[in-house]
């Protein structure tokens, strides 16, 4: 055998160990997120105004790029309830759900459901709160131009006199070539 021939035989007997022995470690990390995967976590939270947001993840951490159904029911204050409502995914990321306005002013306890085969249950306390209309924007004052009032500027000017060289260089031209005999 030549060395190449070595080389290249040793290198693919390496890479066949390498791959008999990593064999058995991926079966198990695949077997680990399937344990994990009938496992969620929910985090409630208000969304500053009248709504509620939540963010679903695998209870270890891993970001959920599945869509799942979430449910939410809400007690609040004077014993107003509010849902079953079902919460659909928001375009912010993976695992971001909200319900938009469904809160009246007040402190609700709010309850968070996902049914199998990931299934939990989240609750939390949450403070609605009116919606904040943004502050209006401060006036601006208008100024006439200090250009002396015509508008026109100086640049009709500019223009004006670059036709004028450019004409003058153009003459300049017809008549400096002519040769006399």
């Known amino acids: 055998m030549t060395g190449i021939r070595k080389v290249l035989a040793a290198v693919f007997v390496g890479?066949?160990?390498?791959?008999?022995?990593?064999?058995?470690?991926?079966?198990?990390?695949?077997?680990?997120?399937?344990?994990?995967?009938?496992?969620?976590?929910?985090?409630?939270?208000g969304d500053?105004?009248?709504g509620v947001t939540i963010q679903a993840t695998y209870a270890d951490g891993r970001r959920l790029e599945q869509v799942v159904r979430l449910v939410l029911?809400?007690?609040?204050?004077?014993?107003?309830?509010?849902?079953?409502?079902?919460?659909?995914?928001?375009?912010?990321?993976?695992?971001?759900?909200?319900s938009g306005p469904v809160l009246s002013t007040g402190t609700w306890k709010v309850s968070v459901n996902s049914p199998a085969p990931l299934q939990s249950k989240a609750t939390a306390t949450v403070q609605a709160k009116a919606a904040q209309s943004p502050p209006a924007p401060a006036p601006v004052a208008v100024t006439k131009p200090v250009d002396g009032g015509s508008g026109t500027g100086w640049w009709p000017f500019a223009a004006a006199g670059l036709v004028l060289v450019a004409a003058a260089m153009g003459v300049a031209m017809l008549f400096g070539r002519r040769r006399t005999d």
């Open 73 to 98: 029911t809400a007690t609040g204050p004077d014993g107003q309830r509010v849902g079953p409502v079902q919460l659909e995914p928001q375009p912010e990321g993976h695992g971001f759900y909200s």
């Open 48 to 50: 500053g105004a009248q």
């Open 15 to 45: 890479l066949a160990l390498t791959l008999s022995a990593a064999a058995p470690a991926a079966q198990a990390a695949q077997a680990a997120p399937a344990a994990q995967a009938d496992k969620l976590k929910l985090t409630v939270a």
